[in-house]
């Protein structure tokens, strides 16, 4: 037959995943699990066929260009592509495709955990047993959170992942309101009991928390400036599960140092995966729950996304188009 394409995995990836990878390709598999460094990208998209990169990976203008003839097809192991220049990729003929649907339950759970976990102290809570000297018994004032239900939840992209958000928001009592590029359709406008707002100012300046879903694109770079931070309602809670540099780090963080802002429960952060030591010691006073990029981090949603990797790549190789093409003037 028709000789295999040489496929180049930046990461370990599950099991089931690599074995399915080897039956179908010619799959150079990262064994140790660590990133590649910059040289090592330069080599691999020198020989491959087809590139499966991560979040880890920064694949810019400068490893795009020394990519070889071969390099037809990004096949990213994920949904943001943010670390892809998009543009760079699309001049030189290269398709990029990603991994949507598969991880949006498993994100919205996570996003879910942390909108509770942020108010009602989860995190403090769980440290005082084990450490069994802080415990001297109940006391009606002792460890009181904010309350969640009947709160006002702002989600800022009502996308896949926004919407599965909301979902679990509304069954958990808070009225779900939402900023996007476009109006969602008026059924699930109704489903949810959601109210739109045009003006993600407005929105800021009215919500008990905040849940950001977008993607990470130079459009949506520090959607939440200082500016518009400085919009939210004092004791107002933030979540962030999508990407960093969606929000102006160093504005939140002085802001929750100034009791602005009553908490955050991040997942990503600006420079991961360093994290600011300031947000260190705000989650050590209660302030933030902070999460290693974990929002997709199941089995069951790793081994999807790797299925969803195989079937853009042998969609691509057999010539169709794949299903999960990143449409380069949408981003
Ligand atoms: C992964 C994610 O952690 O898909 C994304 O955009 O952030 C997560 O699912 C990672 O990106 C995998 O490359």
Partial sequence: GRKKPLVVITRKLPDPVETRMRELFDARLNVEDR????????????????????????????????AGENLKLIANFGNGI????????????????????????????MTMALILA???RLTDGAAILPDGKKWEGWSPTWML?????????????????????????????????????????????DELEATYWE??????????????????????YHLL?????????????????????????????????DGKL??????????EPAVNPKLLKLATKGKAVLLPHMGSAT???RIDMGEKVIINIRAFCDGHRPPDRVIPTRV
């Avoid at 020989?47 to 795009?64: G, K, Q």
């Avoid at 760079?88 to 949006?104: C, D, H, Q």
Wanted: proline share 5%; net charge negative.
């Fill in 82 to 109: 943010d670390k892809i220049d998009i543009a760079a990729a699309t001049a030189r003929g290269i398709t990029v495709t990603n991994t949507p649907g598969v991880l949006t339950e498993d994100t919205a759970d």
């Fill in 35 to 66: 990133p590649m460094s910059q040289a090592e990208l330069i080599a691999a998209v020198r020989e491959a066929d087809v590139l499966v990169p991560t979040v880890s990976d920064l694949i810019d203008a400068e490893v795009l260009n020394a």
């Fill in 199 to 220: 003006s993600l100012d407005q929105m800021l300046a009215r919500m008990d928390i905040i849940s950001v879903n977008c993607p990470s694109t130079p459009a949506t």
């Fill in 118 to 120: 942020v108010p009602r």
């Fill in 262 to 271: 009553a908490g955050a429960g991040l997942d990503v952060y600006e420079n």
């Fill in 225 to 257: 400036s200082a500016r518009r931070l400085a919009l939210m309602q004092p004791g107002a809670y933030l979540v962030n599960t999508a990407r960093g540099d969606l929000i102006d780090e160093q504005a939140m963080i002085k802001m929750l140092e």
């Fill in 299 to 301: 089995l069951e949603g």
């Fill in 145 to 189: 959170g904010r309350r969640i239900w009947g709160k006002r939840l702002g989600i800022v992209g009502m996308g896949r992942i926004g919407t599965a958000v909301a979902r679990r928001a509304k069954a958990f009592g808070l009225s779900i309101h939402y900023h996007n590029r476009h109006r969602v359709m008026p059924a699930l406008e």
